[in-house]
């Protein structure tokens, strides 16, 4: 018999875990004979000790292993799916799945609520009227054979585990560790039924991963744990340090998604999609080399395929298509009030951490797993480095429903936009690609 608290206590010590044991442990929260603040307590140890790379891969098969598989062998396209670790304003996988789809991917993509300042790809979606996440396996592969992509949650019966493990994560300060990272994206993952993932690994002020170091430590994980279970898996690490778009917040980002899709946005929001699409088209056999899947992704766009794409997913899940003609009506917030620049010169900088938590105090990020979203708040029109502004003119618009969090926001964000004399250097936006050879 292994008792819960000696498993607790060996980790506690930094010990090695053997496969029986975390498979143990795992099963026994899944079925509720170990409670949260013993899973909490494992976490932390976690998260304090690290694991190895074999005992990540046993949590990684334990968590996909706590529930069902999906069959995608009816799918006649290629099935990819791309995973972020998350950032501030990264709304990628908004734009990327319509985009593969319309370059003949399949792309089930199972995506999560917001963690700590990131915000979620499922919130954003649930400020689309009528947008539901919630459907079933069924439903979620009817959606991918008939529109090409579609985002859900994840559903009871794939890696239930890990579903009671995100939400605990988020409220106990064991969200950056990077076995516990890996296993919850990777046992997600696996359990789609891909043929091919891409994974964007991001660092930065804004990011989980705070340094370059850990980001490539993380990216390896992740693909050798795929590579392990037979799959086709890339990355890219990417840079977090400043947002990524002008628009901060749940429906701000599905609005800056869809004028993306519309053509209208470009700059480093849509040079990130770009990339990480086209690592998809490679890896899937779309495309031969980099520049050829560039040109395939920049005239997929142009050609209106990706938006119609879209259009079609928000319809197939219950949402109302109007929002791809008419984004900027999408949740309107009680307050949109403007930030004057003190001063003229040239951005320098954006703390992308001092936006996402002004952006959480707002309403539109998490403190506890129970608490609910306000879609409306957030920041738009929002300066990137690089950017020429006049005195008085607006670093962004807060959007905001209360007036003690509109406060709250400012006091985090007075220091947070940096103005100087001579412009800066862009910045690198793709800090490197790890594909197979």
């Given at each position: 018999?292994?008792?819960?608290?000696?498993i607790?206590?060996?980790?506690r010590?930094?010990?090695?875990?053997?496969?029986?044991?975390?498979t143990?442990?795992?099963?026994g929260?899944?079925?509720?004979?170990?409670?949260?603040?013993?899973?909490a307590a494992?976490?932390?140890?976690?998260?304090?000790?690290g694991?190895?790379?074999?005992?990540?891969?046993?949590l990684?098969?334990?968590?996909?292993h706590?529930?069902?598989?999906?069959?995608?062998?009816?799918?006649?396209?290629?099935?990819c799916?791309?995973?972020?670790?998350?950032?501030?304003?990264?709304?990628?996988?908004?734009?990327?799945?319509?985009?593969a789809?319309?370059?003949?991917?399949?792309?089930p993509?199972?995506?999560?609520?917001?963690?700590?300042?990131?915000?979620?790809?499922?919130?954003?979606?649930?400020?689309i009227?009528?947008?539901?996440?919630d459907?079933s396996?069924?439903?979620?592969?009817?959606?991918?054979?008939?529109v090409?992509?579609?985002i859900?949650?994840q559903?009871?019966t794939?890696?239930?585990?890990?579903?009671?493990?995100?939400?605990?994560?988020?409220v106990?300060?064991?969200?950056?560790?990077?076995?516990?990272?890996?296993?919850?994206?990777?046992?997600?993952?696996?359990?789609?039924g891909?043929d091919?993932?891409?994974?964007?690994?991001?660092?930065?002020?804004?990011a989980?991963?705070?340094?370059?170091?850990?980001?490539?430590k993380?990216?390896?994980?992740?693909?050798r744990?795929?590579?392990?279970?037979?799959?086709?898996v890339?990355?890219l690490?990417?840079?977090?340090?400043?947002?990524?778009?002008?628009?901060?917040?749940?429906?701000?980002e599905?609005?800056?998604?869809?004028?993306c899709?519309?053509?209208k946005?470009?700059?480093?929001l849509?040079?990130?999609?770009?990339?990480?699409t086209?690592?998809m088209?490679?890896?899937?056999?779309?495309?031969?080399d980099?520049e050829?899947?560039?040109e395939?992704?920049?005239?997929?766009?142009?050609?209106g395929?990706?938006?119609?794409?879209?259009?079609?997913?928000?319809?197939?899940?219950?949402?109302?298509p109007?929002?791809?003609?008419?984004?900027?009506?999408?949740?309107?917030?009680?307050?949109?009030?403007?930030a004057?620049?003190?001063?003229?010169?040239?951005?320098?900088?954006?703390?992308?951490?001092?936006?996402?938590?002004?952006?959480?105090?707002?309403?539109?990020?998490?403190?506890?797993?129970?608490?609910?979203?306000?879609?409306?708040?957030?920041?738009?029109d929002?300066?990137?480095?690089?950017?020429?502004?006049?005195?008085?003119?607006p670093?962004?618009?807060?959007?905001?429903?209360?007036?003690?969090?509109?406060?709250?926001?400012?006091?985090?964000l007075?220091?947070?936009?940096?103005?100087?004399d001579?412009?800066p250097?862009?910045?690198?936006?793709i800090?490197?690609?790890?594909?197979?050879?």
């Amino acid at each position: 018999m292994r008792v819960p608290q000696w498993i607790i206590e060996k980790k506690r010590d930094g010990q090695d875990l053997s496969a029986d044991e975390i498979t143990d442990f795992i099963q026994g929260y899944h079925s509720g004979d170990i409670p949260d603040y013993q899973m909490a307590a494992l976490a932390m140890a976690i998260y304090l000790n690290g694991m190895s790379f074999e005992e990540t891969a046993a949590l990684t098969e334990a968590m996909m292993h706590s529930g069902e598989l999906l069959d995608t062998s009816a799918l006649s396209r290629p099935v990819c799916d791309k995973h972020s670790t998350g950032g501030i304003g990264d709304k990628v996988s908004l734009i990327l799945a319509p985009l593969a789809a319309a370059c003949g991917l399949a792309v089930p993509m199972i995506s999560g609520r917001g963690l700590g300042i990131t915000g979620g790809t499922l919130d954003k979606l649930e400020s689309i009227p009528g947008y539901r996440t919630d459907l079933s396996e069924k439903e979620f592969l009817k959606v991918v054979d008939e529109v090409g992509c579609s985002i859900i949650g994840q559903t009871s019966t794939l890696a239930p585990a890990d579903k009671k493990l995100y939400a605990l994560r988020d409220v106990t300060g064991t969200v950056p560790s990077i076995p516990l990272i890996t296993a919850s994206i990777m046992c997600k993952k696996m359990a789609e039924g891909l043929d091919a993932l891409v994974l964007d690994v991001k660092t930065g002020r804004g990011a989980f991963m705070k340094t370059r170091e850990d980001a490539e430590k993380l990216a390896k994980n992740m693909v050798r744990v795929g590579e392990t279970m037979g799959k086709s898996v890339g990355a890219l690490l990417t840079n977090m340090d400043i947002p990524l778009g002008h628009c901060i917040g749940n429906a701000l980002e599905v609005r800056e998604s869809i004028e993306c899709l519309q053509g209208k946005v470009r700059g480093p929001l849509w040079e990130v999609t770009r990339e990480l699409t086209a690592a998809m088209l490679l890896l899937c056999g779309k495309a031969s080399d980099w520049e050829s899947a560039r040109e395939t992704l920049e005239d997929t766009l142009k050609s209106g395929k990706a938006l119609e794409v879209f259009r079609q997913m928000v319809a197939a899940q219950g949402g109302d298509p109007a929002v791809c003609d008419h984004p900027r009506d999408l949740a309107p917030a009680r307050e949109i009030l403007p930030a004057p620049s003190p001063e003229s010169g040239y951005v320098t900088d954006v703390n992308a951490d001092a936006v996402g938590r002004a952006v959480l105090v707002l309403g539109g990020g998490r403190t506890r797993a129970e608490d609910g979203i306000d879609h409306a708040v957030g920041l738009s029109d929002l300066v990137t480095p690089g950017q020429s502004i006049e005195k008085g003119q607006p670093l962004y618009n807060l959007h905001g429903n209360d007036d003690k969090r509109i406060q709250q926001a400012r006091e985090l964000l007075r220091d947070a936009i940096q103005i100087a004399d001579e412009k800066p250097a862009p910045p690198v936006l793709i800090y490197n690609r790890m594909m197979p050879t």
